[in-house]
């Protein structure tokens, strides 16, 4: 106990445990099994350059959790006003020349031939670190944040999802509001501001259509979601392939590297969105449960982290990460099986994609980071 102001506190410090194995076992193995599915769904194009740079992805992220996993919270906690306004910049830098337009949204910039950057996927790791100071870092005895920290948590939260508004990239403002909802939850703020939250995104979602920024096949998505038999060679393609080619997986799959549907290319963007669709064609549904019980078992471990950190603003901090990391594998295993709109979102740790690999991966070593920060004795 620290005597601070006349009152007596607990006070977390840098001294640090050991590290959540299991977290990072799940976190290898749901890695290594996106690598194998990554390479069955790119094999016959007889290009390998998708498989290695996703497998230095892999490697790089793998480096980066570790690092990440044994550095103190408070250090982190002292860059994060620079990360925010790092990311902040690199959302507006996509608007600009530098950004190019992949699958109808503008949020890539191009760092050399071949490789490409996203934004927004830094910016869910330093949202998480940042609104987590106002929501977590408790003055004057307080058990909950005040409305001064809540507000200053939803400004925060407002510039990078406004700035994603604008590329159009629905599935990561959704992933983001998701964050942001975990976070208040996590905090024990007021439930009235996750009506308020949500009384914001309608008021967004209404201000996006009278600006024309929700684009027609946005639009046809949903109308796809609520008549999955309307279109089916054209909005509602995806879906209908999807769904296919999970069904001819049977119980135990065909076997990996002999997907069909997959392999004879009717399921666009088998390695990235829809990257579930090969391990269910492949694996078949025990395959694919296995991948999807790894994913609830790391968000339990997640959830278990949150709930007995030394400082609220672990907490916090994990409650986002949490949310993020939820949110987007049940959106993406949900559109693959008609249950959510095609929004674009990749499963975390699993699909294709260098950028969203190696932010999942920091994800898990803040987990990390938080679970062995142990509080200071009094």
């Not at 934004?119 to 929501?135: G, I, Y």
Request: aromatic share 8%; with cysteine; proline share 5%.
């Amino acid at each position: 106990m620290i005597a601070v102001g006349g009152r007596r506190r607990i006070v977390w410090a840098p001294s640090l445990g050991a590290s959540d194995r299991v977290l990072t076992v799940l976190a290898v193995a749901l890695s290594a099994a996106g690598l194998l599915l990554v390479w069955s769904a790119t094999r016959m194009t007889g290009d390998h350059a998708l498989l290695v740079r996703q497998a230095v992805a892999v490697a790089g992220g793998l480096v980066l959790m570790w690092l990440v996993s044994r550095v103190d919270l408070r250090v982190l906690r002292a860059y994060v006003p620079a990360a925010y306004v790092l990311a902040v910049l690199a959302l507006a830098a996509v608007l600009s020349p530098l950004g190019v337009r992949v699958n109808g949204a503008h949020s890539w910039i191009v760092l050399a031939p071949g490789v490409r950057f996203q934004p927004s996927e830094l910016a869910k790791v330093t949202l998480a670190l940042a609104f987590a100071v106002p929501l977590g870092e408790l003055r004057d005895g307080r058990r909950r944040p005040g409305f001064g920290g809540v507000v200053l948590a939803l400004a925060l939260a407002a510039v990078p999802i406004g700035l994603i508004a604008l590329q159009p990239d629905v599935g990561t403002m959704l992933v983001f509001a998701a964050m942001v909802a975990g976070a208040l939850l996590v905090s024990g703020a007021p439930k009235r501001w996750l009506l308020v939250l949500a009384a914001g995104a309608a008021g967004a979602g209404a201000t996006a259509w009278q600006l024309g920024l929700v684009r027609p096949y946005q639009l046809e998505r949903l109308l796809v979601l609520a008549n999955p038999a309307a279109d089916p060679g054209g909005a509602g393609y995806n879906a209908a392939q999807a769904r296919i080619a999970i069904g001819s997986g049977g119980l135990y799959g065909k076997g990996l590297f002999n997907g069909e549907q997959t392999a004879g290319h009717f399921v666009p963007e088998r390695h990235t969105d829809f990257v579930f669709t090969v391990a269910g064609e492949e694996l078949g549904f025990a395959g694919a449960a296995a991948i999807v019980l790894a994913l609830c078992a790391l968000l339990w471990r997640g959830l278990s982290i949150a709930r007995d950190s030394a400082s609220p603003y672990g907490a916090v901090l994990a409650g986002a990460l949490v949310s993020w990391i939820g949110f987007q594998a049940f959106v993406n295993v949900g559109m693959t099986v008609g249950l959510t709109p095609i929004v674009g979102v990749p499963l975390p740790f699993v699909s294709y994609g260098g950028s969203a690999t190696v932010a999942g991966l920091v994800a898990v070593g803040l987990l990390q980071a938080v679970h062995r920060t142990k509080p200071m004795q009094p």
